[in-house]
């Protein structure tokens, strides 16, 4: 049975003459069998039924890679398990140059845009993308390719990467520890991430800069501006720029429907203008990096759709776009052995971007 819009577990079984006290039998079963709520279009489940009409067993195929094998046992009971189907990795490499734009670049490198994507992500703490590409930057990937059976199956993760922003080099490659931590690192061992997002939200520009003077449009007056404002369509999604605790939600003055955030006890952020609040934002809240707040909005006083973002360390206002942020944790001591096992291959696959521009440059 191909899962169709609408179709929930309860009405393929009555289709098929299956009882509703075997429905919630098997419903109830366990965490496993709970998933059963969530079935979506697309998805697979086969039906074994005995010469009764009876269930037997059930197959529930959410993706290529598992299957939920429910079966009936002597005693007339349900075991439920999960059987996890193994792809096969393959590393690819691809390379470009930018001309207009990131993505018409991966485009013409045949790179696929999720992975893309991760690639703006894994070097987001150094390059902003929306203000610092410039043309002639130029890019090398090696990322996994997932194949079941000799057919391909999707793209997996990002192994190494190289970034060339404005004549500065980044890499960053995959590492995970003996504990089983996995993240992207220079390679040297630094960790690629930053404690905060340099941009709390996907803009289409900024608006208005930190400044000690701006005419205030609302105001009609001059005033600091102690934080940056992205524009943003209504309803945008805020994310945290970093790991902490909500120490303030609601509504304040100018700032409309507004969050503050605690990391740890240097920093906190502030997020205002919101159009509304993600499920959860609360005062006492704790938060991860990139977890969804708010939306964007234009509460308070404001003029236009955008979020107003302030960054403060030790109470005292900096510039978002320029402060310098702390980094996360580097590769332990102990590990760097490994990391330089482990990694020296994917950095070397990287190596050859740098002998390919070299000799196409002669």
Known sequence: VTIKSGDTLASIFAKKGISSTTTHQIAKLNEQTKKLRYIKPG???QLLLDDEGKLS??????DITRTLLVQRTED???????????LDPYPVYREGEIE???FEAAANANIPE???MDLAAIFGWDIDFSLDIRKGDRFGIVYEELYKDDVKIRNGRILSAEFVNNGKTYRAVYYTDPTGESDYFSPDGKSMRKAFLRSPVDFRRISSRFTNKRWHPV??????HKGV??????????RASGDGKIIFAGKKGGYGRLVVIRHGGRYTTAYGHLNGYARGTRSGKKVKQGQIIGYV???GMATGSHLHYEFRVNGVHRNPLTVKLPEAKPVNKAYLPHFKEKTQVYLSMLRLMDRTLADNSQ
């Open 114 to 116: 999720d992975v893309i």
């Open 57 to 62: 067993q059930m197959k529930y195929i959410p």
């Open 43 to 45: 998805q697979e489940i």
């Open 219 to 224: 105001l009609s007056k001059w005033r600091s």
């Open 100 to 102: 207009t734009s990131l």
């Open 76 to 86: 007339k009971t349900y075991t439920s398990q999960i059987i996890n189907y193994q």
């Open 297 to 299: 909005g234009s509460s």
């Open 229 to 238: 404002d992205y524009a943003a369509k209504r309803g945008t999604p805020v």
